[in-house]
């Protein structure tokens, strides 16, 4: 089963950039879609962003024209560029297979914090 790693978070000012990436322990070439997700203070899980393997991408409206998703399946990583973040972009994010099932283990996660 592929292991995932979120990195790349960290605190950040509104109107900020940053930029995430999910490294996976094997290749997610067969993996049809990948996905970003986050979870902030006191919420559920949402969708943030899926990508497939053929590069078809598909965003949360609260997110879409400010995000930008990416796969790399010959690095067997995944990206998700953040541009204009706001307050409410605060939160744990995680990459995972879209849909994800419950078999499917999710990793630590990477924080991403606005502040002034």
């Known amino acids: 089963q592929v292991q995932l790693v979120e990195s790349g978070g960290g605190l950040v000012q509104p109107g900020g950039s940053l930029r995430l990436s999910c490294a996976a322990s094997?290749?997610?070439?067969?993996?049809?879609?990948m996905g970003w997700y986050r979870q902030a203070p006191g919420s559920q899980r949402e969708f943030v962003a899926y990508?497939?393997?053929?590069?078809?991408?598909m965003y949360a409206a609260s997110v879409k024209g400010r995000f930008t998703i990416s796969r790399d399946n010959a690095k067997n990583t995944m990206y998700l560029q953040m541009n204009s973040l706001k307050p409410e972009d605060t939160a744990v994010y995680y990459c995972?297979?879209?849909?994800?099932?419950?078999?499917?283990?999710w990793g630590q996660g990477t924080q991403v914090t606005l502040s002034s």
């Open positions: 995972n297979k879209y849909p994800y099932t419950s078999a499917d283990p």
């Open positions: 094997g290749s997610i070439s067969s993996i049809y879609a």
């Open positions: 990508i497939t393997k053929n590069g078809s991408t």
